[in-house]
């Protein structure tokens, strides 16, 4: 065979460096061991998903910097559970001792759950409350100002007064005597959580009175998992804290409260994802050392396995924490990838050595012969799998990106590692001088059986390969797309639970888009909105939108509330005397009218007012916080957003074409929902996988050629790395697993994976001259390995997040496909080549 492209000296001089540096060489790895450890502490968790795609793209990014600006990342939701054998004036008891408990905390900034959890809070919205109406209410209100309907109000206010009410509540009745306020709160959408306010307690409770919210803001960002982590602890000792204080005052056992939102999520994610990695390094590690001892038969060969494979995930993981510094949901299985692709070079290796030894050779002469011969293929494999990750390097995707670089390099390192550390460990277990004391032994797990017999039986080997291929071909044609990258969150996470729960309960089962319009201040981004709304309402018909919430939900436009100062003006003369009137009712009903002076002073204010609304006027009232869900501002602009409901199940891909043909006609606007990115990072993904997929292809090739001598010999090994992708994705489509924003990128990996099973059976066949039971015995070792792969990979199914699930069970199959066409169809080949 050609010299070929790598150094083939560079694996005999490492292995020989090894053996005759042992204590060196096994010293430098335990200080590899303690530098890792001394760096894991630089390492950060970084559990925001948004971080895993695409940079520098422009949907992306307008999506980024719209949930930047009216998400709810950094809003802390407490949920307290009502029990419906325990009435709600109890139970809003305990919830303001616990607000007041979390108002004198320095950890945070500020907490609502009801508007009227100060009544004089409500004094501002009382002052303007008539041109918060539309007209159809305003002639509701102006209909109950006459005597008659006076004299309905006091006896309501009566009946209101004699029922148990809170301190809170019966103050509201004095200031609110009209009941203008709860016509108000019903418009709202409140702070960002996209609910409305009960009107007639003032609290964010769903209709069903499961749950009732509180929304606090922490003084630092949720990003700050240190901060989370105090955050938590603190609240955990406030609610256990004024539920013992509740019950010294004789209260019964406390609701049940349990927190969501961003803070919440990020911890868990946090947990989740350092757990990943913990489980997946030791599940695999676990895993393939107990099928390297079923292999070899021999208990010394697992620290043959075990300390090069420790060594090279401590180098990966100080490569990692010096050049990217930190981990997230993708490249915390880097652990489980290295050493489930790492393990194939000390399988393949060992097995070298274990065959010479078993021929009588001696230590030395076993472990020259391993770096002599096997290494030139073990170093051709760990560079055609390190690029094949590189390539991921090509991909916008930054969580592919990072777990490409990391990957790659950690094989690159690991293969190293082994060279060195492996001839080290030998040298200094084996027994020195004897040529077999106890017999070595490798399993073939039937792989043996399979290459003899269809070296044996060739062309009947290439009908059924045909065949199976053929079925399965079929199956490819049954694969399905899943583009919810919200699919791609744990569900194991409870705080991503509880929220769902809260979103159903009231009723939030579909996730809006969010129309931003942009302006130099807050007239030119509200003019921008009230621009396109009338658009946008005539699409809200059940098949394009099901909703529109603006911030004309709260404060209607201009033009309507000058239609409600013209009909105050023409209500002017039936209006005269009303404060005389009121106080009359109040007085026939046993109230006294003084007790109401202060809410009459207020509703007669509002009926005085004739100067429309702007935001400025909800400045220090209730609503103040609910600004915030439609007006934001950022980069020296002034955003609006118009949330788009669409139907419940429907437009999951994008927004529909009617939506979008309107969009196009207003360029200064910005879409963004969780449907508008799918959409585009579908498109972006399949490009991706594409480029990277070829080019992993179309490097290995070359590496092939240059090494093996020549392109024929280079096709003859990528052909069942080629056959074997149709067998993966045929039965990801038999079994309905589907396709995704990770997996797809499985099919770059399994170009590293499978190829070195081709790999290294064309070098053993060219070595050999052709030698049938030397290409057995090399089978027995790609068995091994590709067993030990499947249980790397294997450790990905573990894993709480979706998408690494579907990584591990998609390389599985692929591993699985390419090792038994490895073992099997490229023999074949090469046996009928050699007939012909």
């Known amino acids: 065979m050609s010299r070929g492209l790598l150094p083939r000296q560079l694996p005999l001089f490492l292995v020989r460096f090894g053996r005759l540096h042992p204590r060196s060489v096994v010293v430098a790895a335990v200080l ?221 056992e406390p609701p049940q409260v349990e927190f969501t939102g961003g803070y919440v999520v990020a911890l868990d994610d946090a947990r989740l994802i350092t757990s990943d990695m913990i489980v997946g390094l030791v599940s695999s590690l676990v895993g393939v050392m107990l099928l390297f001892l079923l292999a070899f038969r021999r208990r010394a060969a697992l620290v043959f396995a075990f300390f090069p494979l420790v060594t090279g995930i401590a180098l990966t993981f100080a490569f990692g924490a010096i050049t990217l510094g930190r981990i997230n949901s993708l490249t915390s299985a880097f652990g489980g990838l290295v050493i489930g692709l790492g393990i194939d070079f000390v399988i393949v290796l060992y097995a070298r050595y274990v065959e010479e030894r078993r021929s009588g050779a001696s230590n030395e002469e076993a472990v020259d012969a391993m770096g002599r011969y096997t ?64 017999p070595l032994y490798l399993h073939s797990f039937g792989s043996d059986l399979l290459c003899r017999w269809s070296l044996r039986r060739p062309k009947l080997t290439i009908v059924i390969a045909c065949l199976i291929t053929l079925i399965l071909g079929f199956g490819i044609g049954r694969l399905k797309w899943d583009d919810d990258f919200r699919n791609m969150r744990s569900g194991d996470n409870r705080a991503i639970q509880l929220r769902q729960e809260v979103m159903d309960a009231f009723d939030l089962r579909f996730s809006p888009m969010v129309l931003r319009c942009d302006g130099a201040d807050e007239t030119e981004a509200l003019a921008g909105c009230r621009e396109i709304l009338p658009h946008l309402e005539k699409l809200v018909d059940g098949e394009n939108l ?3 919430d603006t911030i004309a939900g709260i404060i209607p436009s201009r033009a309507v509330q000058e239609e409600l100062i013209a009909r105050l003006e023409e209500a002017e003369p039936a209006l005269e005397g009303v404060r005389g009137r009121f ?49 934001a501002v950022g980069d020296g602009e002034v955003s609006a957003a118009i949330y788009l409901y669409p139907p419940v199940g429907e437009w999951r891909r994008g927004a529909s074409p009617a939506l979008r043909a309107l969009i196009e006609r ?24 594409l480029r990277a997929a070829v080019l992993g292809m179309i490097v290995v090739f070359i590496l092939m050629w240059l090494d093996l001598g020549g392109p024929l010999r280079a096709l003859l090994g990528l052909l069942p790395l080629v056959v074997g992708m149709v067998w993966m994705l045929g039965a990801m489509g038999l079994l309905g697993l589907r396709l995704n924003f990770f997996n797809i990128f499985v099919l770059t990996m399994i170009i590293g994976i499978g190829v070195d099973y081709g790999i290294h059976l064309l070098h053993r066949w060219y070595e050999s001259g052709g030698d049938h039971e030397a290409l057995a015995e090399t089978a027995k070792a790609i068995a091994v390995a590709a067993l030990t792969t499947m249980v790397g990979f294997g450790s990905l199914v573990l894993s709480h997040y979706p998408g690494l699930r579907s990584v591990g069970a998609a390389a599985i199959l692929g591993a699985f496909s390419t090792a038994v066409l490895g073992i099997a169809l490229l023999p074949a080949l090469l046996s009928a080549k050699e007939e012909l």
């Open 32 to 252: 590899a061991w303690i530098a890792a450890g001394l760096l894991a502490s630089r390492v950060e968790v970084e559990t925001d998903i948004l971080s895993l795609v695409p940079r520098n793209n422009p949907v992306v990014e307008e999506f980024k910097e719209t949930v930047a600006r009216f998400g709810s990342v950094d809003t802390l939701l407490v949920v307290v559970h009502l029990d419906p054998e325990r009435s709600l004036e109890t139970t809003l008891d305990f919830v303001d001792r616990l607000a007041s408990s979390l108002r004198d905390w320095d950890l945070i900034d500020w907490i609502e759950y009801r508007v009227d959890s100060t009544a004089e809070a409500a004094v501002p919205l009382l002052d303007r409350a008539t041109l918060f109406l539309d007209p159809e209410e305003l002639e509701e209100v102006l209909a109950e100002l006459d005597n008659k309907g006076l004299e309905e109000t006091a006896v309501r206010l009566r009946a209101q007064l004699v029922a148990p009410q809170s301190v809170v509540t019966k103050d509201l009745l004095r200031l609110d005597p009209a009941g203008l306020l709860p016509k108000i709160l019903s418009k709202i959408r409140f702070g960002g959580v996209g609910v409305r306010v009960d009107p007639e307690t003032g609290c964010l409770i769903d209709s069903g009175h499961r749950f009732l919210l509180m929304m606090a803001k922490p003084t630092s960002p949720a990003q700050d998992l240190k901060f989370d982590r105090m955050l938590m602890e603190g609240l955990a000792e406030r609610v256990a804290a004024v539920g013992e204080a509740w019950r010294e005052d004789g209260g019964d």
């Open 375 to 438: 290494g030139v293929g073990v170093l051709l494999g760990a560079v055609t799998t390190a690029a094949t990750f590189y390539a991921f390097l090509v991909t916008d995707f930054a969580g592919l990106w990072e777990l490409g670089l990391l990957t790659g390099t950690g094989i690159l390192l690991l293969v190293v590692t082994v060279f060195l550390l492996l001839p080290a460990l030998l040298t200094l277990i084996q027994p020195r001088g004897r040529t077999g004391e106890r």
């Open 546 to 548: 099901v909703g529109v």
């Open 583 to 631: 106080e009359t009712a109040l007085r026939s009903n046993g109230l006294n009218p003084t007790a109401f002076s202060e809410g009459i002073d207020h509703l007669v204010t509002a009926l005085d007012r004739r100067k429309p609304l702007s935001l400025a006027d909800l400045e220090d009232t209730p609503l103040a916080r609910v600004v915030d869900r439609y007006v």
């Open 666 to 689: 207003y360029p200064g606007t910005v879409l963004a929902g969780p449907n508008i990115i799918s959409a585009e990072l579908r498109k972006i993904v399949w490009d991706d996988a």
